[in-house]
Structure formats: structure tokens, C-alpha cells
């Protein structure tokens, strides 16, 4: 007698394919240390030790002093095409 195997619907590829992308995005995402948010392109977020991030509206909340602030840059930052002009 066979067996029947289960299959896989294109309806079920796709959301499976849907999950697997959105969560490898979610995992390069910085994140506040405070309140989990993402921080917005052109936001200022201030960084403390090597692994803390605060975004903005957490960051009165901190007594201490940043140990550097830096605009979150847009998405495709590093990845454009730049005119380099010959010497
Ligand atoms: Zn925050």
C-alpha cells in the first residue's frame, strides 16, 4: 500500500519563503536598548558600550552621557554607486 506524502501548496511556499525573509530582516535590525523600537532613517540614536543603543525618546532617560551619537543611516547607505574623479 503507498503511502501518500504530504505536499506543499504554492500558497503555503510562499508564506513559508514570506516568514523565512521577514525574520533574517528582523534579526539585522538595531534595535533600543529601552524599548525595543527601530529607530527611523535620519533619527539620532546614542550608543552606550559596544552593544547599547537608545533611540531618541529613551535617551532622557539615561543620566549618563552617550558615548557617541550618529544619524541612522538610510538602507541603502554604502551600497549606492559613487562618482570618483581621477587625480
Ligand atoms: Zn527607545
Known amino acids: 500500500m503507498a503511502r501518500t506524502l504530504p505536499t506543499l501548496l504554492p ?4 508564506l513559508r519563503l514570506l516568514r523565512k525573509s ?7 535590525r538595531d534595535r533600543c536598548a ?3 523600537r527601530t529607530p527611523l532613517t535620519g533619527e539620532l540614536v546614542h550608543h552606550y558600550g559596544a552593544h547599547a543603543v537608545v533611540c531618541e525618546l529613551c535617551r532622557p532617560m539615561r543620566r549618563r552621557e552617550p558615548d557617541r551619537t550618529a544619524k541612522v543611516p538610510h538602507c541603502e547607505h554604502g551600497h549606492t554607486v559613487k ?4 587625480a
Not at 562618482?83 to 581621477?86: D, E, G, K
Request: charged share 40%.
Open 11 to 14: 500558497a503555503d511556499l510562499e
Open 22 to 28: 521577514v525574520s533574517v530582516l528582523d534579526k539585522a
Open 34 to 36: 529601552d524599548c525595543g
Open 83 to 86: 562618482v570618483r574623479r581621477a
